[in-house]
């Protein structure tokens, strides 16, 4: 049965390889005006991308911390493919660390808002872990997606969790792999350091320094 269920969803999903454009505009994927106006302020904790909207145009400026006792993501890293490898993302336990300058699409299906960004963002990159070869359960990665969407006030109907549970496992493998570099850590592996803002960040324009981190208690 999970054979069958496994080549449905796969003849359903092939077409869609290369067709990512025309698959924005079909599930009516939209970064909202609010969303874009705050991601182009300074104060802003992530930057808005126009060029790349609506696909991956949405940036951290800092880095973002986790703690869930309801989820244990085991010890690893994810270094970026490229040299120098910096770290993006550091699970340690229960928690959760987002270096900055991450790039995410938000939701990827309608309209995101402002309530959808953590939400969306602590998703996409435990699905981008997930791919990669990180010791994580998609089921753990979309109940707490769940979770988020409760604590910050997002829309998740039942309809649309169920369409995230049957389909994201597999629309996750599409695209490209070898973007995130697995690393398995241990308790006593000292976290990376937080890379600090700067006042001349070619990436996201900022024009004064501001905390380096920020946190969301899980």
Not at 108 to 116: K, L, P, Y
């Amino acid at each position: 049965m999970r054979l069958l269920r496994a080549c449905v969803l796969l003849l359903c999903t092939v077409p869609l390889i290369g067709c990512m454009g025309v698959l924005d505009v079909t599930l009516h994927k939209q970064i909202s005006p609010k969303v874009q106006q705050a991601g182009l302020q300074e104060q802003s904790w992530y930057t808005y991308l126009p060029q790349c909207s609506p696909g991956f145009c949405l940036r951290t400026r800092h880095a973002i911390v986790w703690r869930d006792n309801n989820l244990d993501l085991g010890y690893w890293r994810g270094l970026h493919p490229q040299p120098p490898h910096r770290v993006l993302v550091e699970a340690r336990g229960n928690t959760l660390i987002l270096h900055r300058r991450y790039v995410w699409d938000g939701n990827s299906v309608g309209v995101t808002e402002s309530a959808d960004l953590m939400p969306s963002l602590r998703h996409d990159i435990l699905y981008h872990a997930l791919k990669e070869g990180a010791p994580l359960s998609r089921k753990d990665i979309d109940r707490a997606y769940r979770a988020d969407c409760k604590r910050y006030g997002a829309s998740l109907n039942r309809l649309r969790y169920a369409g995230l549970r049957l389909f994201g496992g597999v629309f996750n493998r599409l695209g490209q792999h070898g973007t995130l570099i697995i690393q398995p850590t241990t308790p006593r592996t000292p976290p990376a350091p937080l890379e600090p803002d700067r006042f001349d960040d070619p990436y996201d324009n900022l024009k004064s320094p501001s905390r380096h981190a920020r946190k969301t208690a899980g």
